[in-house]
């Protein structure tokens, strides 16, 4: 199976600040998907197909890369995004998914 | 509004099974694949499975095809996902999510159902 490696595991952002987030994979996939998870909550669609954004997600998230490699960048860091994110793949069965990064509000 | 719906906490004694539900609502219930995944506490999410409700055809991870079975009642839209020989592992919380098909992405996912094992 397809693993994903997310880094950083955690990190602190400042209001304002740009956030990137990164999710590299054992084996080329051909789209990345990125959830987003607060508290005990079940986890939102933030982006699909790599880059495209989920119903109602701000434009401030942002999705890229190709193969191996993709991230997912918030332009300037909002209180409401402190959150885990995961990304995951569905390539190759059993879709797997990052262990996710812990992104908190500094 | 599309809306999954899942039972309430369960509690189950080793070595014992147990089923929770996934009612769907708001949309049509064949049209739609129904993806289970593992949560435990403090960890990651995992896959373990999916059920196309219209065939009643399952695929599996490996790891779950002796531990979660996948049904689904369309009179009442809602899909189950049966746990058996429950160990202290399968402490963890259960979410349905669908998707347009496998392999395609969850763009609705259930409230979870924590499950734990304890004598």
């Known amino acids: 199976e397809i693993v994903l490696t997310q880094s950083p595991t955690t990190m602190a952002a400042s209001p304002g600040e740009k956030v990137t987030l990164t999710c590299l994979a054992s084996s080329s996939v051909n789209y990345m998907y990125w959830y987003q998870q607060k508290s005990s909550a079940s986890p939102k669609l933030l982006i699909y197909?790599?880059?495209i954004l989920a119903s109602g997600v701000p434009d401030r998230f942002s999705g890229s890369g190709s193969g191996t490699s993709y991230s997912l960048t918030i332009s300037s860091m909002e209180a409401e995004d402190a959150a885990i994110y995961y990304c995951?793949?569905?390539?190759?069965?059993?879709?797997?998914f990052g262990g996710g990064t812990k992104l908190e509000l500094k | 509004e599309v809306q999954l719906q899942q039972s309430g906490p369960e509690v189950g004694r080793p070595g014992s099974s147990v089923k929770i539900s996934c009612k769907a609502s708001g949309y049509t219930f064949t049209d739609y694949v129904m993806n289970w995944v593992k949560q435990s506490p403090g960890q990651g999410l995992e896959w373990i499975g999916w059920i196309d409700p219209e065939y009643g055809s399952t695929d599996y991870a490996e790891k779950f095809k002796k531990k979660a079975t996948l049904t689904a009642d369309t009179s009442s839209s809602t899909a189950y996902i049966q746990l058996s020989s429950l160990t202290s592992e399968d402490t963890a919380t259960y979410f349905c999510a669908r998707s347009v098909g496998n392999n395609y992405y969850f763009d609705y996912w259930g409230q979870g159902v924590m499950v734990t094992v304890s004598s």
């Open positions: 197909y790599t880059s």
């Open positions: 995951l793949q569905l390539t190759s069965t059993p879709p797997t």
